[in-house]
């Protein structure tokens, strides 16, 4: 089970992490979860490139090392880089000292202050551990509405329906860039770059702080 949009009980929960970016224009910030892939992320390259939109592709540290070029490729067109762990690790079925080795070995491959966990599953002690290494990405970014790609059970009809309805102006919204969700994300991406160009939004990266 998943919530498409993020109650506020939840971004509450967690009030050191970044849900939302709070915007008077219209602009929507788009995150790409769990690539590089080879067949994924060049799709989602050339469509944000047709709307001149920049993203935030939060990446995992075993893909980028099997798919270097691609991670350079995003970095060259200008879009943000996240950490999202080495392994894609559920933090709440991780020993906190494991986890946080893993996202420091992606941190090897990753340069970036911005780190999303993996299905959006993290402790409060692993949080706390974050937070006290400084050399660790320092900025946790969440998300306003989550798309649905990775749901084998949704429509590519509807996944476009929930990004849709529940995006609004300063949301991040979750699309995966891998095998299980590009059914998915091959309709619902391009429906969507359509729809809110067509009412004037832009979209930015998620820019990293020093």
């Known amino acids: 089970m998943y919530l498409v949009k993020t109650p506020f009980w939840l971004r509450a929960l967690y009030p050191g992490c970044t849900w939302r970016m709070p915007s008077e224009k219209k602009v929507i910030y788009l995150s790409f979860d769990d690539g590089p892939h080879p067949q994924a992320t060049p799709f989602v390259l ?14 995992i540290g075993k893909n980028v090392l099997s798919y270097a070029n691609i991670y350079e ?19 709440w079925k991780t020993e906190t000292s494991s986890y946080i080795e893993n996202i ?10 911005l780190f ?3 299905y959006g599953r993290i402790s409060r002690s692993q949080l706390r551990k974050i937070t006290a290494d400084k050399s660790l990405p320092q900025q946790i970014i969440m ?21 849709i ?6 949301s991040i919204v979750v699309f995966h860039d891998s095998a299980k969700a590009f059914e998915r994300l091959k309709v ?4 969507m770059l359509a729809h809110f160009s067509s009412l004037g939004y832009t979209f930015n990266a998620i820019v990293s702080a020093s």
């Open 73 to 91: 490729e995003i970095i060259n067109e200008g879009h943000a880089v996240g950490n999202h762990t080495y392994d894609h690790l559920n933090g």
């Open 143 to 163: 998300w306003d509405v989550l798309s649905g790609d990775f749901d084998l059970t949704l429509s590519p009809e509807d996944c476009t329906k929930n990004v």
């Open 116 to 118: 999303r966990p993996p």
């Open 46 to 59: 050339e469509q944000l490139k047709k709307y001149n939109a920049k993203a935030s592709f939060f990446c």
């Open 188 to 191: 619902a991406l391009p429906a």
């Open 104 to 113: 420091a070995n992606a941190r090897n491959l990753i340069t970036s202050n």
């Open 165 to 170: 309805k529940n995006t609004t102006a300063g």
